[in-house]
């Protein structure tokens, strides 16, 4: 069972409202993702944090902002929603051990719809 | 540059006949080597890690690949198809030295009655 949640796993939503996924983590890993994924296509990493007070952006592009206050929490915030936000986002979280064994435990995802 | 080719993007095969996903990395390092299955509507699950030791993987569900140095691959196999194998599979590669994850662009498994 994964130790790492998101929610809500599904919002519809309007133009133009400020919504923030949640993702939580019970297994104590520093590092944390957040990834976008369309329909059927490859995942791009949008967010990454390796530790409390450090974020980056990823390969992808994204209007989104994410924040790490606690090593537990790491959610993604859109502050304004628009149509082309539509997609499911995926987090995940590894152990900052041996640089290069980075298993990746992932949350069931949050699918977004910007209506 | 580092990357990883899914070279099918749909592979379909009959229930009970063997299953052969294809991946190729490319590097100059020693990459570890992952992949991980998403069904429908859900997260990504790991199957099976190559980090160097054992180069013959075996994974959860009955499947496992090998880690063919000569020829930078890491083709995911299973002898015998299940229904419930039906689902997205992405082959995923990470580097020590640049501490990046590089994920393929995923195979689509389909089980045929």
């Known amino acids: 069972e994964a130790d790492i949640y998101q929610t809500p796993r599904y919002l519809v939503i309007g133009t133009g409202k400020k919504i923030t996924l949640e993702c939580s983590q019970t297994?104590?890993?520093?590092?944390m993702y957040w990834y976008q994924q369309d329909p059927g296509m490859e995942l791009h990493l949008i967010h990454y944090?390796?530790?409390?007070?450090?974020?980056e952006k990823g390969d992808l592009s994204s209007e989104s902002t994410v924040s790490r206050i606690r090593t537990e929490h790491f959610p993604l915030t859109l502050e304004s929603a628009r149509p082309s936000h539509t997609s499911q986002y995926l987090c995940a979280s590894s152990e900052a051990g041996v640089a290069g064994a980075n298993v990746l435990t992932f949350g069931a995802g949050s699918r977004l719809t910007v209506l | 540059a580092q990357s990883v080719t899914q070279l099918d993007s749909h592979v379909s095969v009959s229930e009970g006949t063997p299953v052969l996903l294809r991946c190729n990395y490319s590097s100059s390092y020693s990459p570890s080597l992952f992949w991980y299955v998403q069904h429908p509507n859900k997260g990504l699950q790991l199957l099976l890690k190559y980090t160097s030791a054992a180069t013959l993987v075996k994974g959860i569900n009955g499947f496992e690949a090998e880690f063919k140095k000569s020829e930078t691959s890491f083709h995911l196999t299973k002898p015998s198809a299940h229904m419930s194998d039906a689902a997205e599979y992405f082959c995923?590669?990470?580097?020590?030295?640049?501490?990046?994850?590089?994920f393929g662009s995923g195979t689509r498994l389909s089980i045929r009655p």
């Open positions: 995923v590669v990470s580097y020590s030295s640049a501490s990046k994850i590089i």
């Open positions: 944090s390796y530790g409390v007070n450090s974020t």
């Open positions: 297994m104590g890993h520093d590092k």
